[in-house]
């Protein structure tokens, strides 16, 4: 079995920080991609940023330059570094781990953390 628990999402107001945290556990063999994803309320899911077994990382163009997307492989963890945060990020925010196992390769989600950036 494979568990993410992600953590640091919050209230906090426009021009503040936050950083979340996904930590995977369990039958892991290795971690490929690794990325966090947002949900606002009406919207559909999009990618905020990724990041590669190797290191190279995405944004979307909406966080570029406010948002840092980074990884642990010793800790399984990959982390979001969120900057300069506006009200357009209030989300609930996925993690999402490409993960081998003895088994599969698969996706596998985090439970969501709501984050509320306040004007």
């Known amino acids: 079995q494979v568990q993410l628990v992600e953590s640091g999402g919050g209230l906090v107001q426009a021009g503040g920080s936050l950083r979340l945290s996904c930590a995977a556990s369990?039958?892991?063999?290795?971690?490929?991609?690794m990325g966090w994803y947002r949900q606002a309320p009406g919207k559909q899911r999009e990618l905020v940023a990724a990041i590669t077994s190797g290191g190279s990382t995405n944004y979307a163009d909406s966080v570029k330059g406010r948002f840092t997307i980074s990884r642990d492989n010793a800790k399984n963890t990959v982390y979001l570094q969120m900057n300069s945060l506006k009200p357009e990020d209030t989300a609930v925010y996925y993690c999402k781990l490409r993960i081998t196992t003895a088994q599969v390769v698969r996706d596998f989600w985090g439970q969501g953390t709501q984050v509320t950036v306040s004007s």
């Open positions: 369990g039958s892991i063999f290795s971690i490929n991609a």
